[in-house]
């Protein structure tokens, strides 16, 4: 039996589909961006340094999937690279939120594994996750590089890192969608700067 849609529901998912379209079609003026901060990562894993990666709930699954890409494989046949999503061990958020609080989930991580000239991959919908500022601020005091992309005008991390590209919406769906385009671009040029004998 047939579902039947309601015109005005139809109406509304035209609607998000074309809000998204128009969302990451406005990632083409941040094109240089890419380029240079893929150009950041290439020199990162070529000096045998390590991306890391954080966010939150989607942005979490964001930050893990640009790292389990880098440490399989995106689109080429290539060696591993040196990836780690700092949302992914289970152990280590529980253990650090149960006894340093939340907001230290990512801090003490990039404490225990952050070296200078490694990056830092932020994904972040609003710039506000406590975790992430902190995270953030002790990255640049370590020598780390960092890499924030944002949305809603960046929050408290606008301009604070090395590079970064904020999504001109306010919808966090949206956002997220273009910060996967952004991250596919990314591991496209990465792939490109690591062929066969690399």
Excluded: W
């Amino acid at each position: 039996m047939a579902i039947r849609v309601s015109p005005m529901k139809r109406k509304q998912i035209q609607k998000t589909i074309i809000e998204s379209e128009r969302i990451v079609a406005s990632l083409k003026r941040h094109a240089g961006r890419i380029l240079t901060i893929g150009e950041e990562l290439i020199a990162c894993l070529r000096s045998g340094r390590t991306i890391l990666t954080a966010g939150n709930g989607g942005s979490a699954a964001e930050a893990l999937h640009m790292a389990e890409e880098l440490t399989g494989r995106y689109r080429s046949d290539r060696r591993p690279l040196s990836a780690l999503c700092l949302a992914a061990d289970a152990t280590a958020l529980t253990c650090i939120g149960n006894d340093f609080g939340f907001a230290q989930v990512f801090v003490r991580q990039l404490e225990a594994l952050g070296r200078p000239g490694d990056v830092v991959v932020f994904f972040s919908t609003s710039g506000k996750s406590e975790n992430l500022v902190k995270a953030l601020s002790l990255a640049r005091k370590r020598g780390l590089k960092t890499v924030c992309l944002l949305g809603r005008g960046g929050g408290r991390m606008a301009g604070r890192g090395d590079h970064e590209i904020i999504v001109a919406s306010q919808s966090t769906g949206r956002i997220q969608e273009a910060h996967q385009v952004v991250m596919h671009l990314l591991l496209e040029i990465i792939e490109e700067g690591f062929g066969l004998k690399d």
